[in-house]
């Protein structure tokens, strides 16, 4: 008898429109010590099948037809209180985020403990002996201490050991875990999946695993499911599925997966997934106002053989605690003596965990923080030192594209308006109709049509909100655009069709880039040449082959083996694509 | 810890000198003290002799200079009134003042936080739409109307409560007389309490109710149903612990005004305390009693203010220790 089945299950969320179905006809099962991926792009109801499960789909969502059966016994459609029965005892949860998943004002002992009493009904005494065993069990050392602690005192992989910890408080037969190591660095995911997998197979545990990333499924799970717009498109084991895949939407996931074995030129169509891809409007370069250089600039020819930047032993502490005496003073150093050089038209990747000082540099170059010490040479010139007059026109030549799409752009001015800011403060236009016409030009040319000008921030999906911050950095003509995490808040395949215009424009406009990212497999795909950086320092430096093939620094080969291991996913499609 | 209330004590000390200078300089626009402090029959030598017995006709800086002086040891001038410090005449009315806050303090906690969480929990129920409904109609009706209206039914038709004054009191410690231990006394409270509490009721279940709702949809109470946790114990434990955070601020700031605004209140009810004191302080031009009441004021918001604050720092761990660490 399987551990969970789920026939047919319907999920409906009413809304202005009608009943919206999030999920339609989905069926499968899972055994004992079994881990399932489900795997998805945004909105697909991956974790609103999760939800359902353990009966906590966020109103109004319901489920209107089907059927989810625990160890033979029918659980769906349970009253509220044999509900609260099954939770917790039969079936644990892990959330995505441990940040947001502990009550911040409650220590991990009393979060701990009223599991344990609610759901094994043992004492105060029992529960705390087991709490410290369960917390050793996840790998939290000196339990009796850390026990007494508040969650802002852990970090976040040690929070989520707490979150697993208190999800098998009550011995469950099932775990469902809605991604849970999407917020954690690549180290840290590591850890967790292989304590996830640990767990589940010496207890004999199943697991529901769902994740949007191509890496964990391929890692940690036994089989997986792939679902699309609320139906389930392909089942089966994960070898199998990752090897050869079936459906068509599942063959354009893969293809979009941006691999670390191979460097391709670009990602391959996924038509699958948007069907409506505008096509991107071609300018000839040459002849346009985007390919023209500024009166003073076109004297400035560029040797090729000269850095466009050059970073030269940046130091920046930032205060974290501050104190009357010097002495009593903390600091963090978020560069240290940190030097590089860019060339033109190359793209310079910088990779590194949460918290090496990565964006810190990003920042000092583009004059948001002012550094301690060093200099920042661009075409020649030092500019962190420049006043704020000579500045602008430095601003102009360098742009930003930032991380997250949705805190990036106004969301009070229209599209027309963020676009045309920057070409009006900087005078790059002579009149109001050029402006226009530029806009319009900006927004063919990065593939959302210049329709788009009227609208506000809020119609756009997050990929197209990152189409419209990399128009809003061309529209000053950049010489050199930083890119900080450019697609770690999108979707696989959108995340592909970013990187594909990123790389295009990069072509025809001869760009010089910094890129900046945690993930290894966009950065082999996207850089030439790559810093790895640990704790604010560049521990190494290679180009984009070496660093992948043969890491020198103790540190990189760590990160370069935590990878994800791809090396078996399907190569259909991609044999024309290699460089 | 000690740093933290050493460092509050200058705040105060600044804020009450700010008040002072403020209250001081426009004493002069508050009209003639020796019109009401003489009779008729006074004639202008006189008046003029008396004007500078009592320093008015001082430069306004060596006015200030000598109150600031006596004000550094704890005399703020003497009533022209009562003839008595004025420091003290505020302090024996301080005590009714207190009493009536503290008792609609009492019903704000006592109401505001079930109504709350119920509207929050039930957001479309009809008891919701009721109870939010009638909370504008709190927040609109002015204070002396409500409280007017109160004396109406149960003092003049029912005749259930008394209408004015304090009724019984047990003296206390310092002069402190409390009503709270007598059933006269008590009696006497509930009208002028209830009137009080009616205008920052409808706030403060407003409050809790946002902050409720926003806390419901936070991850950790999803993540606590999971836990197989009981509904009352998610609720009323861990959802009502985090509502209260930033309801506690505002709560301070709003008990301060409460101290500060029951002049409404007690006029209607002829109740002995400051507010009562500072209306005829002002018919009376009596300017040292209002300099004295305005720098008592400020006195309780910063005392209120720290209070809150310490609260805040016991109930949020991540506060205290960034405290302590410093």
């Given at each position: ?258 691999r670390s074995d191979i460097k ?85 990747g910088?990779v ?168 290894l497999p966009?950065i082999r795909?996207?850089c030439d040449r790559i810093a790895v ?5 560049i521990v190494e430096e290679a180009s984009v082959d070496n660093l992948f093939t043969s890491p020198q620094n103790p540190y990189s080969q760590e990160l370069i083996n935590l990878m994800?291991n791809?090396d ?11 460089v | ?326």
């Amino acid at each position: 008898m399987a551990l969970l089945e789920v026939k047919e299950l319907d999920i409906q969320f009413p809304t202005r429109f009608g009943p919206g179905h999030v999920v339609r006809q989905l069926s499968f099962s899972l055994e004992k010590g079994e881990i399932l991926g489900l795997v998805g792009e945004s909105g697909a109801g991956k974790s609103t099948v999760g939800n359902a499960v353990i009966d906590l789909l966020s109103p109004p969502g319901r489920v209107t037809q089907g059927e989810i059966i625990l160890n033979g016994e029918r659980i769906s459609g349970l009253s509220a209180k044999q509900m609260r029965e099954i939770r917790g005892r039969k079936i644990g949860f892990i959330f995505q985020d441990p940040m947001t998943s502990l009550n911040p004002l409650f220590t991990i002992e009393t979060q701990l403990i009223e599991t344990l009493m609610t759901n094994l009904d043992l004492s105060k005494e029992e529960s705390y002996k087991k709490a410290i065993e369960l917390l050793s069990a996840v790998g939290i050392p000196e339990p009796e201490i850390r026990i007494k602690q508040y969650p802002h005192q852990f970090s976040g992989g040690m929070r989520q050991r707490v979150v697993i910890a208190i999800a098998l408080a009550g011995d469950p037969e099932l775990i469902i875990a809605d991604e849970p190591t999407t917020a954690l660095d690549v180290s840290i995911q590591d850890q967790i999946l292989n304590l996830i997998r640990d767990l589940c197979k010496s207890k004999e545990v199943g697991c529901v695993l769902v994740t949007h990333d191509m890496g964990v499924i391929a890692n940690t799970t036994d089989r997986v499911a792939v679902m699309y717009n609320g139906e389930l498109v392909e089942i089966g084991s994960t070898q199998q599925v990752l090897e050869s895949p079936q459906h068509p939407y599942t063959k354009s996931l893969i293809s979009a997966v941006p691999r670390s074995d191979i460097k391709l030129k670009r990602f391959p169509h996924v038509d699958y997934i948007e069907k409506e891809q505008e096509s991107k409007k071609t300018i000839d370069v040459k002849q346009h106002w985007l390919g023209q250089r500024q009166l003073g600039e076109e004297t400035d020819v560029t040797n090729e053989k000269e850095a466009l930047l050059r970073v030269e032993a940046i130091n920046l502490r930032f205060e974290t605690q501050h104190a009357f005496f010097e002495k009593n003073r903390k600091y963090l150093q978020a560069s240290n003596n940190v030097s590089f050089s860019v060339m033109p038209g190359e793209t310079y990747g910088l990779v590194g965990e949460s918290g090496s000082g990565k964006s810190t540099i990003a920042r000092i170059i583009a004059g948001l923080y002012k550094q301690d010490s060093g200099q920042i040479i661009f075409d020649g010139q030092e500019i962190s030192s420049m006043s704020e007059g000579q500045r602008r026109s430095i601003r102009q030549q360098i742009q930003m594209v930032f991380q997250n799409p949705y805190s990036s752009l106004n969301s009070r001015m229209n599209i027309f308006d963020i676009i045309s800011e920057p070409i009006v403060f900087h005078r790059l236009a002579n009149d109001k109709k050029q402006v226009s016409n530029i806009v319009s030009d900006l927004l063919d040319y990065v593939g959302l049509g210049a329709a788009a000008a009227v609208k506000y921030p809020h119609e756009f999906s997050g990929g197209q909100r990152q189409r419209i911050s990399i128009a809003r950095a061309l529209a000053t003509r950049p010489r050199f655009l930083i890119c900080d995490e450019p697609t770690s808040a999108l979707d696989v395949s959108v995340q592909a069709q970013i990187l594909n215009l990123l790389k295009d424009l990069q072509d025809e406009l001869g760009l010089t880039m910094l890129f900046i990212s945690h993930d290894l497999p966009v950065i082999r795909q996207m850089c030439d040449r790559i810093a790895v950086m640990k704790q604010g320092s560049i521990v190494e430096e290679a180009s984009v082959d070496n660093l992948f093939t043969s890491p020198q620094n103790p540190y990189s080969q760590e990160l370069i083996n935590l990878m994800p291991n791809l090396d078996n996913l399907s190569r259909e499609g991609l044999d024309d694509l290699l460089v | 810890m000690a740093l933290f209330l050493l460092k509050r004590l200058g705040q105060g000390l600044v804020v009450m000198f700010i008040i002072s200078t403020i209250a001081f300089a426009i004493q002069d626009n508050l009209g003639d003290p020796l019109r009401e402090l003489v009779g008729q029959a006074v004639s202008e030598q006189e008046r003029e002799k008396l004007r500078d017995e009592l320093g008015l006709n001082d430069p306004f800086l060596v006015q200030y200079g000598r109150f600031l002086k006596n004000a550094v040891q704890g005399d703020l001038g003497t009533s022209y009134f009562f003839k008595e410090p004025a420091l003290k005449v505020i302090l024996t009315k301080l005590s009714a003042t207190l009493e009536l806050v503290f008792g609609a303090t009492l019903i704000i906690i006592f109401l505001s936080i079930p109504l709350g969480v119920y509207t929050a929990v039930h957001p479309n129920g009809f008891t919701t739409k009721l109870i939010l409904g009638w909370s504008i109609l709190g927040i609109s009706i002015p204070v002396f109307l409500t409280a007017i209206l109160l004396v109406y039914f149960f003092a003049v038709t029912l005749g259930w409560l008394p209408s004015y004054g304090r009724g019984e009191l047990v003296p206390m410690f310092w002069g402190w007389e409390t009503g709270y231990l007598t059933l006269d006394g008590l009696a006497h409270l509930v009208l002028p309490c209830i009137s009080l509490a009616s205008i920052m009721l409808p706030l403060f279940i407003r409050l809790i109710r946002s902050e409720m709702v926003e806390v419901l949809s936070a991850e950790y109470i999803k993540f606590a149903h999971a836990k197989g946790l009981s509904r009352n114990r998610i609720l009323y434990i861990h959802a009502l612990k985090n509502t209260l955070l930033p309801v506690i601020t505002v709560g301070g700031v709003q008990i301060g005004n409460m101290v500060a605004y029951t002049i409404l209140t007690e006029t209607v009810f002829q109740w002995p305390g400051m507010g009562f004191l500072f209306l005829e302080a002002v018919t009376r031009v009596d300017t040292p009693l209002i300099v004295a009441f305005l720098i008592v004021v400020g006195a309780v918001f910063v005392v209120v203010n720290t209070l809150v604050d310490l609260i805040y720092g016991l109930i949020n761990p991540t506060v205290r220790l960034t405290r302590s660490a410093q």
